[in-house]
């Protein structure tokens, strides 16, 4: 995953979908495109880039509360479309 763009990854996503992920500390949204598969780590739900996690403010602590919103699912039916609490 290249830290410098807006990416994340998730288990099951398709490649290419797009999706909004709010900070539930802060506030602070971002929207990044699912490029790669994991986190591999119980709990876990996405992993953000770099760049990504700066603009939603969770560099400093790494991990953070985070909602997130499929904004476009890549021309594929995605289960679940919606919005989901999650830690990551």
Not at 30 to 50: A, C, E, M, T
Not at 55 to 72: E, K, L
């Amino acid at each position: 995953m290249n830290a410098s763009l807006m990416t994340a990854a998730h288990r099951t996503l398709p490649f290419g979908t797009r999706v909004m992920v709010t900070n539930k500390r802060n506030g602070k949204s971002v929207v990044v495109r699912i490029n790669d598969r994991g986190p591999f780590i119980r709990g876990r739900v996405l992993d953000v880039s770099k760049a990504a996690a700066k603009d939603i403010g969770m560099i400093s602590s790494g991990t953070a509360q985070v909602c997130y919103q499929i904004v476009d699912a890549a021309d594929q039916k995605v289960p679940g479309k919606g919005q989901k609490a999650i830690d990551g």
